[in-house]
């Protein structure tokens, strides 16, 4: 039991010290009847060698993005880590702390949280961030809630083009906290018009950027249009990556901000932990949810950081809180700190550039593929592309042959006829030519 | 004493990434730049972002002397109560970096990831057979993303049955996202007072039932450390009306391999990973919170789930069935915090988690019996993984229970929770865990003890100027608050602003 | 002359227009107050009803209306300056002027002594 420092002498002279004989007798309270009085059925303790064989033994049995070539996106993006960032997160005195309740002793995250809003405001172009959210989703779901209490509405209207996942995730919060979630009627290939879904009731008109598709979109004028029927704009972003290339969506006119920042700082991890981005215009700031970091001063006149403005919390505010949300996404909104930090405004941009001119051409050499279309005028690093067959049954062959092709719309959208086909393709810094030739030949030997 | 620098020895001041940053540095390079065509569109960024430009050694130092501001529990006791502050082994660490599971994309076919599905199935395993419960949903991302999952499950479950139910009885002592979740749900918040010893008052909560409440939330143990010893009482109550039994699992590490929540008649109960099974808590997050279901709930757990069928695991990520209370997040939940729970788990094993949870009970009652003469205990007799004190041995003095707090941190201490539970009177709640050694607890203890007699003794100006030799003392929130600074303004926008 | 509700609100009538702010004993227990959230003028209010949320840095109240009518006016210096209501709760501090439906609900508060009494119970 290598966790655990107390001695079997220890407990003795313990228990003395309380004065009851067991530990045992210290669960009094607990009904007799369903005080267990023997381990459950489950295996025994095991040394660290153990342990860490049978973990290893699990990944083995998977294929990771690293070992093949990939072109997996749709919402988790395959990025080059900086070595400084997870050396530095892994620091104890970052990983082992906790909520900063005690500012005296956490200047430390106080300070990279604060570093952080203001990175992920300049980035979006909105004027506050909060300190993260659990990941793009459900930072989604909050920016719908959030529009809901500031406009007193409660219909929110959804892009065809918004991660299902993300829709999903915001329908499922309507359903149960009361308002409705619709989604746009929208071809996939097709233009939507979104400004004519406005009325006096809309709340909110959640838009994505690039859209789930790939494609790119100048919001503005939709954003006028909400805005004239007193609704708010929020754009969603799930390759935070593209705002190193793309003009911001605050630029844009959008109210609210919610996107997913896995791709600087943290890894694929299968899906989570991420962190969720969630930026506003300052007028809204008190209907925000999650933490804020804002700077004050001490005593002695010295700058510091607080958590502030937590009246707006559950701690305090209990059922009229703006959120439930308790726990964020330290360590994950550190990481992607850390890594913006490394890159800067120089890094950020080449970066972004660099995915661009990847995906471009990727395009390229998939054009030449028979039977694959690429369906994108405009795109960042990811687009769809229409195969002759379905996609789900392409991806699954050349899986087999340990390539990682992209995403099938139809595991997103089972039941979309249209999405049958599509694929969508993502290209990064980390995509080589190789890759993409390994790719193309997959491609062209299964259809 | 004042230094030229103002720092202070080992304690570096350190300005903020953008007052020392510069354009045109980076401490990322990347290959050449292929040439290409935009296909940007009319959305290509033209202004600049206003990002600081650092090179690597700038930045490495940067967050290394950012951490050292920072008390974390590898450098010591972290008694915060309620928040289970154990040691986060770095084998877990070592084992979600792993190729194979780090680089694993969550829509990868799933013929390419029937480990990572077995992880996660074993891991549903190993949660069910701990709190005998036959169903478990594992998207939650934190302890308040599993209560809202519960409490959706409890609705729609009702719903189903064309029961639409208005109130939720949720004790005063409960934790604030317990009301705030039923509250986002639609329900009234009814609240429940406790009694003279700290537990829910039975008679009350019985005369508060009625056929509009859908369910009451429950932490057992309570957020007074004690164990609702009525609780199956409770629940053969709320059933008994046709509501449902959500159990606030924030103190299950009290109770595990000792006690089934399932025994207790517990319909939904949510498990912090980053509490009871020490994923570590990063400085507030990420979390994850798995919930674990009774049958009359799991038919409505949330998407995706994993399954075993004749060809390995499969996920479900779109349930046909139009029972589930739908998706709560993008992809599947947190892996990374799965993995370090589950490595957490076969560590200990069967027998080790047992005796974990017992450490954490043994640890809190010594600490209880060491400070209840100097102290004054909120409720008499034995607790489980907390101590509970309220302020009253501090009557007279002139010094809070945050003046105390404060003085604890110039002693090298993290302060204890305080003010929490609301039903106790200027509250210190501590948890010591089963990490801290005996001789940990006693040098914790006689510190606590000499504090106290401190107080006593009268030097109360000692307590109102701690802390004294932090990187920074007591700030000032309400200046904070009045006028919020949320974010770093460049200094010529920041005059305009004014 | 100013009457006082159990919720610790005063309010003072001058004519058909009543002032309406919280008492000093409320201000004292709020600590430092840091945002006032006031309603909208020509919003209808109903005494008992929610009308106003006072704040500190670790506690939110809600003013519930002492009085019913509409709210002719709100006290806009509590924007720029929190602190008044610390300072001066029943002077500079005030939160809003409602126009009285009905002066018979005056009847039902406390004065002065009756309300200092109040307090003292609850120590």
């Known amino acids: 039991m290598r966790y655990l420092p107390l001695t079997p002498d220890d407990r003795k002279a313990m228990l003395a010290a309380i004065g009851v004989p067991s530990i045992e007798a210290l669960y009094r309270d607990v009904p007799a009847d369903v005080l267990l009085t023997a381990p459950v059925d489950l295996p025994l303790h095991r040394s660290e060698m153990e342990v860490e064989a049978e973990i290893t033994a699990l990944a083995r049995k998977n294929l990771g993005t690293s070992q093949a070539p990939s072109f997996l996106g749709a919402g988790a993006y395959r990025h080059h880590t900086p070595a400084a960032v997870d050396y530095l997160i892994q620091r104890g005195e970052f990983l082992t702390s906790y909520t900063p309740y005690q500012p005296e002793v956490a200047q430390g995250t106080l300070q990279y949280l604060f570093e952080f809003q203001t990175q992920v405001a300049l980035l979006t172009g909105m004027e506050i961030a909060n300190a993260s959210m659990y990941d793009g989703a459900t930072a989604t779901a909050e920016a719908a809630m959030m529009a809901n209490r500031v406009t007193r509405r409660s219909k929110v209207i959804m892009s065809s083009r918004l991660h299902p996942h993300y829709r999903e995730t915001v329908e499922t919060a309507g359903r149960h906290t009361g308002f409705a979630a619709t989604v746009a009627p929208g071809a996939i290939a097709g233009d939507e018009d979104l400004a004519a879904l406005l009325d006096e009731q809309t709340s909110c008109v959640i838009v994505q950027y690039p859209d789930f598709y790939g494609n790119i979109q100048n919001f503005s004028a939709l954003a006028d249009a909400a805005h004239r029927k007193g609704a708010l704009l929020i754009v969603a972003v799930t390759e935070i990556v593209a705002l190193g290339a793309l003009m911001a969506p605050g630029d844009m006119g959008a109210d609210i901000v919610a996107a997913e920042g896995q791709s600087l700082g943290n890894s694929l991890g299968f899906g989570g932990p991420y962190v969720g981005l969630f930026a506003v215009r300052e007028k809204y700031v008190r209907q925000m949810p999650g933490r804020l970091v804002g700077e004050t001063f001490d005593v002695d006149g010295r700058r510091g950081y607080v958590l502030t403005l937590s009246t707006r919390e559950q701690h305090i505010r209990r059922e009229k809180a703006t959120s439930n949300i308790c726990t964020n996404s330290g360590l994950c909104a550190l990481a992607f700190a850390i890594h913006l930090t490394l890159l800067g405004e120089t890094g950020l941009r080449a970066l972004a550039a660099f995915n661009h001119a990847r995906a471009v051409e990727l395009a390229a050499r998939l054009a030449r593929v028979p039977g694959a279309t690429i369906l994108n005028r405009t795109y960042f690093n990811e687009f769809t592309v229409r195969l002759a067959r379905p996609a789900l049954d392409v991806v699954e062959k050349l899986a087999a042959r340990g390539i990682l092709a992209g995403v099938p719309v139809a595991r997103l959208l089972p039941h979309e006829p249209e999405a049958r086909n599509l694929l969508l393709v993502a290209a990064t810094e980390l995509t080589t030519e190789a890759d993409m030739d390994a790719l193309c030949d997959g491609l062209r030997s299964v259809s | 004493m004042k230094t030229v620098t103002g720092n202070r020895g080992l304690q570096i001041e350190e300005p903020l990434i953008f007052e020392v940053g510069e354009e045109g540095r980076s401490a990322v390079d990347l290959p050449p730049l292929p040439a290409h065509e935009s296909r940007l569109g009319s959305c290509a960024r033209k202004g600049s972002i206003g990002l600081p430009g650092l090179a690597e050694p700038q930045v490495v130092r940067h967050y290394t002397i950012l951490s050292q501001k920072n008390y974390a529990i590898d450098m010591g006791p972290y008694p915060l109560g309620s928040c289970t502050m154990k040691h986060n082994p770095r084998l877990n660490e070592k084992m979600v970096r792993l190729p194979g599971l780090a680089d694993l994309h969550p829509l990868q076919p799933i013929s390419t990831v029937q480990g990572a599905l077995a992880l996660i199935d074993t891991l549903a395993h190993w949660l069910k057979v701990l709190t005998n419960m036959p169903a478990v949903a594992m998207p939650p991302a934190a302890g308040a993303h599993g209560e809202l999952c519960g409490i959706m499950a409890i609705r729609s479950a009702l719903l189903a049955k064309g029961d639409a139910r208005r109130r939720i009885l949720v004790p005063e002592s409960a934790h604030g996202t317990n009301p705030a979740t039923a509250a986002a749900c639609g329900y009234v918040v009814d609240p429940v007072p406790a009694d003279a010893r700290g537990r829910v008052d039975i008679d009350a909560f019985k005369a508060k039932l009625g056929p509009d409440v859908a369910a009451t939330m429950i932490t057992n143990p309570n957020t007074c450390g004690l164990f609702e010893n009525d609780i199956v009482a409770l629940a053969e109550a709320i059933h008994g009306i046709g509501g449902y039994f959500y159990c606030d699992g924030a103190n299950f590490n009290a109770i595990v391999g000792r006690v089934r929540p399932g025994d207790l008649g517990v319909d939904a109960m949510h498990i912090n990973l980053h509490k009871t099974f020490s994923t570590p808590h990063g400085g507030g997050g990420p979390g994850a919170g798995p919930v674990v279901l009774s049958a009359a709930l799991a038919p409505y757990a949330p998407v995706p789930y994993v399954v075993h069928g004749e060809q390995g695991f499969t996920l479900v990520e779109h349930d046909e069935s139009g029972q589930t209370l739908g998706r709560m997040k993008a992809f599947h939940g947190q892996m990374g915090m799965f993995i370090r729970a589950l490595c957490f788990m076969m560590s200990h094993g069967a027998d080790g988690l047992r005796q974990a949870s017992g450490d954490a009970v043994l640890n809190a009652n010594y600490l209880l019996a060491r400070l209840k003469e100097e102290l004054s205990p909120a409720f008499p007799g034995t607790s489980m993984h907390e101590a509970l004190f309220d302020d009253s041995f501090l009557d007279g003095t002139g010094v809070s229970t945050l003046d105390f707090a404060k003085a604890m941190i110039d002693e090298g201490y993290h302060p204890m929770t305080m003010y929490f539970p609301l039903v106790v009177r200027g509250a210190l709640l501590m948890e010591p865990t089963e990490s801290e050694s005996k001789g940990s607890l006693d040098s914790f203890a006689d510190t606590i003890i000499a504090l106290a007699r401190r107080a006593k003794a009268g030097d109360k100006d000692a307590f109102l100027a701690a802390p004294r030799l932090t990187p920074r003392r007591r700030l000032d929130e309400t200046a904070a608050a009045r006028k919020p600074v949320l974010r770093w303004r460049p200094p010529v926008a920041a005059e305009a602003a004014e | ?123």
């Open chain 3, 1 to 123: 002359m100013r009457k006082y509700t159990k919720d610790h609100e005063w309010v003072a009538l001058d004519g058909e227009t009543a002032t309406v702010g919280i008492s000093d004993y409320a201000q004292e227990q709020l600590g430092d107050v840091v945002f006032v959230e006031l309603p909208e003028p020509g919003k209808d209010i109903k005494k008992g009803k929610e009308m106003a949320v006072v704040e500190s840095v670790k506690a939110a109240s809600e003013v519930y209306a002492p009085i019913s009518g509409k709210v002719v006016s709100v006290n806009e210096a509590l924007s720029a300056d929190t602190s008044l209501v610390n300072k001066d709760p029943l002077g500079q501090g005030w939160f809003t002027k409602i126009s009285v439906a009905d002066k018979a609900e005056l009847a039902e508060l406390m004065d002065e002594s009756a309300y200092k009494a109040y307090c003292e119970g609850l120590h």
